[in-house]
């Protein structure tokens, strides 16, 4: 009996600690991500030099000048909402206080009037990897699973309400594929360029799922000891 008592105690814990997330960003991944200008014929990236990829670490990365002389600054947050989902938090600034500047045109003089927001495969680039591809749920500070705004704002400034809006925000779970591969891309239509645009901000709201993990599977197999034993 006691024998068997230690079986079915040390079954317990282990199934206790069995539950594991498997869908969040891979950490130090190398992901693309880039503003754009455009018109009706296609788009062009809005940078004034070659796209570096941001790291997923939390920590400012420099991908590029901006076409006013600045940076343009991206950070991730990745938030646990308590209830089962967590929010992926990308933010993209430019330090010359518009990411979308008026007054540029394509080759054939045509106006370059509509911002644009791109990301992984959208412009050719690495997407944003996770441990297994993430299913996304409504949640998080907006209620939906993905959404992408345009904001004045300095950077970090909590933008989870209206704030100082410039473009949208727009309820963007719709164009993602889902579940998500780490790409998008965003035109957000013509007369978006010049707003003061100088931050963009993207969350996305996806799915803890929890799945047995070896110590668990162990633990199955300790029961079942006890369950023959007292037989």
């Known amino acids: 009996m006691k024998i068997n008592s230690f079986f079915a105690i040390v079954a317990t814990t282990l199934l206790l600690a069995s539950g594991v997330a498997k869908a969040d960003p891979i950490p130090g991944d190398l992901y693309g991500i880039a503003p754009g200008l455009g018109n009706s014929g296609g788009f062009f990236l809005a940078t004034g030099s070659a796209v570096t990829d941001a790291v997923f670490d939390g920590v400012v990365d420099t991908i590029a000048t901006d076409l006013g002389g600045g940076t343009i600054d991206v950070t991730e947050v990745l938030t646990d909402n308590g209830d089962g989902t967590k929010t992926v938090y990308i933010e993209m600034v430019s330090t010359s206080g518009e990411l979308f500047p008026s007054g540029f045109t394509d080759?054939?003089?045509?106006?370059?009037?509509t911002a644009g927001f791109f990301m992984g495969a959208s412009f050719g680039a690495s997407p944003l990897d996770f441990d297994s591809p993430p299913v996304l749920v409504a949640g998080g500070p907006w209620g939906v699973a993905a959404v992408l705004g345009g904001f004045d704002a300095s950077p970090g400034a909590d933008l989870s309400g209206p704030g100082a809006a410039t473009i949208g925000p727009f309820d963007v779970t719709s164009i993602f594929a889902n579940p998500w591969d780490g790409s998008t891309g965003v035109s957000f239509g013509a007369g978006t360029v010049?707003?003061?645009?100088?931050?963009?901000?993207?969350?996305?709201?996806?799915?803890?799922?929890?799945e047995p993990s070896m110590f668990g599977i162990l633990a199955l197999g300790a029961i079942g000891m006890v369950v023959r034993r007292r037989r």
């Not at 080759?107 to 009037?113: E, K, N, R, V």
């Not at 010049?194 to 799915?207: D, F, I, P, R």
Request: net charge negative; no cysteine; hydrophobic share 45%.
């Open 107 to 113: 080759g054939g003089g045509i106006a370059l009037d």
């Open 194 to 210: 010049g707003l003061g645009t100088s931050t963009m901000a993207l969350w996305v709201t996806y799915q803890v799922i929890p």
